[in-house]
């Protein structure tokens, strides 16, 4: 395709793709005030679980779909689905509408994370693709921090319902452009879809965490609707297993859990989406509720948070790729974390922002610190067989463990909440006319009260958000222990090249194992060509004293019969006349040919051994990156295939 009409498609993916990252944090610093009109303070986390749990447990069904199917129309299936749920939620007039229709925008949040990812390697060639994967995860980094912020904007300047209708206008465009501009991928590769094990797995996660919603709250333990949820959910866990066990092409295969770096990774990654995710939700509610802050001014207070998590990924990224060690990284950021959380335990009604700010900002790089490193610790311990499989299972952890961090954090705050307005009403004397529910249905209130009265209920909201990292701490503190667990191994070369975006928020990837050794190849590979990679190449090949810029011509006429000379130089990016010595050199040598009008270039006999010789030398340097992999015929296809298009791409010719 025409470089042009590559960058307006790459544009809308990324659009679609920044639209379902923002909705992850983008309705935190929002939640007060919906809740404050709609009600239902005890419901609140389930407007964040709702769009996690649909998101992540529809993603494996998007990309196995998307592969049988064609993506193109996947693609905009999900656009389409995401903007409605979008509306629907704008137009909510109740919290359990609300809910329900961030389920439907979660549907095809996930579509939209998976299947954009999946469209760039149609659309892009092998040797720029490496770098389009590195704009993506930049759209997680941004979408990571800046959510919250205009989260807090809409609501400050226009209403909470415009944190979801912002959707569609972008998300028009985005449609737009995809039906009209991206071509039909003929390609299909098929799958038996494990939809039993989908269905079942998704059933029983939300069981649990309607187990940790309303147990101890709304229903006592015992009662028999908690009960009963908890049975449904370990019937359901079994059914799984069995399903897990019989399915060809199984979404979790049980016996990944053998293998201790996977367990304790996935243990580890749970904890922290409950830790980042609870943060998220609960700390805007405690600045506005406590501190009478601004929607706007909550989400720049969490900027530390978010600025520490970004940071942290990508020092830790650096580290992993220059000294091949891993180990100490999740040890030292949960060990950070939790002192972040232990920090924001002790949050009173007259706790200091700037406190605040450093307890977020230590908290985040502890989170930073971890999230990517452990998707790395699991593509490092398996298989290739399992490698695909692996990394969508570590990612999987993290953002379910960030939907129960929510919904188990939501239930404590509740519960705390109510045993001390109980103990406030108990010895307080109200104004006549003051309903102690409203309290509870608008936080906002609070700031409207007396000021004896409108400090103790600052009290309380002030503990009960406390009360919320008080047991969020401890928690962390397990995967500190855990982490202990992890063992070091020798780091895969494909494997440092991490990919910025699985390490942030809740995304789920979903690639198979060969895809996601080529994802790696191609970032590696994206980094060595700019490296003096030609000059490397041609010494290795035996072309001594040919300069690298000539390297370049003869990989760049490799397989080709005459090119126009004004072609060759526009690949290059230069004028005929700053690139004709360079072609004069190869001509002398007896390597290239000029044709009578001296308009065109080819390669003589000797030019096609030599370009032979460079593809070889090219094709042994990928088969030593993967070659800790083992011996594959998948792996050998995938060299042999992307070497071509890795050499003489105008992105890397020599300046």
């Known amino acids: 395709m025409r470089r042009r009409g590559i960058a307006i498609i790459i544009i809308a993916l990324m659009l679609g793709m920044l639209l379902a990252a923002l909705d992850q944090t983008i309705v935190s610093t929002a939640l007060p005030t919906i809740v404050s009109d709609l009600g239902g303070l005890e419901e609140l986390s389930w407007v964040v679980t709702a769009y996690l749990l649909a998101s992540t447990v529809s993603t494996p069904l998007w990309g196995k779909l998307g592969d049988q199917f064609g993506r193109k129309y996947l693609f905009v299936a999900a656009i389409v689905i995401f903007l409605v749920g979008s509306a629907l939620c704008g137009l909510s007039q109740s919290m359990g509408e609300l809910i329900a229709f961030r389920s439907l925008q979660g549907l095809g949040g996930g579509g939209l994370m998976v299947l954009a990812q999946a469209i760039v390697g149609d659309v892009v060639s092998v040797r720029e ?202 040890i030292t950021g949960t060990a950070l974390a939790a002192v972040g959380l232990l920090m924001l335990s002790t949050l009173t009604e007259h706790s200091s922002l700037t406190t605040m700010g450093f307890e977020l900002l230590v908290l985040g790089m502890g989170l930073g610190m971890t999230m990517q490193v452990l998707v790395i610790i699991v593509q490092n311990a398996v298989d290739f067989k399992d490698l695909g499989v692996a990394t969508s299972g570590a990612t999987f952890f993290r953002s379910i463990g960030g939907a129960f961090g929510v919904a188990t954090l939501g239930a404590v705050f509740a519960a705390r909440l109510n045993e001390d307005l109980s103990k406030v009403l108990a010895t307080t004397r109200l104004p006549p006319g003051f309903e102690p529910a409203q309290v509870q249905q608008d936080p906002t209130v609070i700031q409207r009260l007396p000021p004896q009265l409108a400090a103790d209920f600052l009290h309380v909201y002030a503990d009960a958000i406390a009360t919320v990292f008080r047991v969020a701490a401890p928690i962390m503190l397990v995967a500190f222990l855990l982490t202990w667990f992890i063992p070091q191994q020798r780091l895969r070369e494909t494997t440092k090249a991490a990919d910025l975006g699985e390490g942030l928020g809740a995304t789920s990837a979903e690639r198979s194992s060969l895809a996601e050794v080529e994802r790696g190849l191609v970032r590696l590979a994206d980094a060595d060509l700019r490296r003096g990679f030609y000059a490397r190449l041609g010494a290795a090949a035996g072309l001594s004293g040919i300069a690298p810029q000539g390297v370049w011509i003869i990989a760049r006429l490799d397989g080709e019969d005459w090119v126009p000379a004004e072609e060759l130089a526009r690949r290059a990016n230069v004028s005929r006349a700053s690139g004709r010595p360079y072609a004069d050199q190869l001509i002398e040598r007896g390597l290239v040919e000029r044709s009578a009008d001296g308009d065109q270039l080819r390669l003589t006999d000797e030019g096609r051994v030599a370009g032979v010789r460079l593809m070889r030398s090219s094709l042994e340097s990928l088969r030593r990156l993967v070659a800790d992999w083992g011996h594959s015929p998948q792996l050998e296809q995938l060299c042999e295939r992307i070497t071509p298009e890795l050499l003489g791409a105008h992105v890397d010719r020599p300046p």
């Open 129 to 330: 693709r490496g770098r389009y994967q590195g704009w993506f995860g930049g759209v997680f980094a941004v979408a990571s921090v800046i959510g919250p912020l205009l989260g807090g904007l809409f609501v400050d300047h226009l209403s909470w319902h415009w944190v979801f209708y912002i959707n569609l206008p972008l998300g028009a465009v985005a449609l737009v452009v995809i039906v009209a501009v991206l071509p039909n991928d003929k390609s299909r590769t098929r799958h038996t879809v494990d939809f039993a094990g989908v269905v079942l797995l998704g059933g029983a996660t939300s069981c649990l965490v309607l187990v940790t919603t309303w147990g101890g709250t709304t229903f006592a333990w015992i009662d028999p609707v908690i009960l009963g949820l908890g049975a449904a959910a370990a019937g359901l866990l079994a059914l799984w297993a069995v399903a897990e066990r019989r399915a060809r092409e199984p979404v979790l295969p049980l016996e990944l859990f053998r293998l201790r770096a996977f367990t304790m990774a996935s243990m580890v990654g749970f904890v922290v989406g409950f830790a980042m995710f609870g943060a998220l939700t609960y700390f805007p509610l405690y600045l506005q509720a406590v501190h009478g802050v601004s929607p706007t001014l909550s989400g720049v207070h969490l900027l530390p948070m978010m600025a520490g998590m970004l940071t942290m990924s990508v020092i830790s990224g650096q580290i992993i790729s220059r000294t091949g060690k891993y180990r100490y990284l999740p």
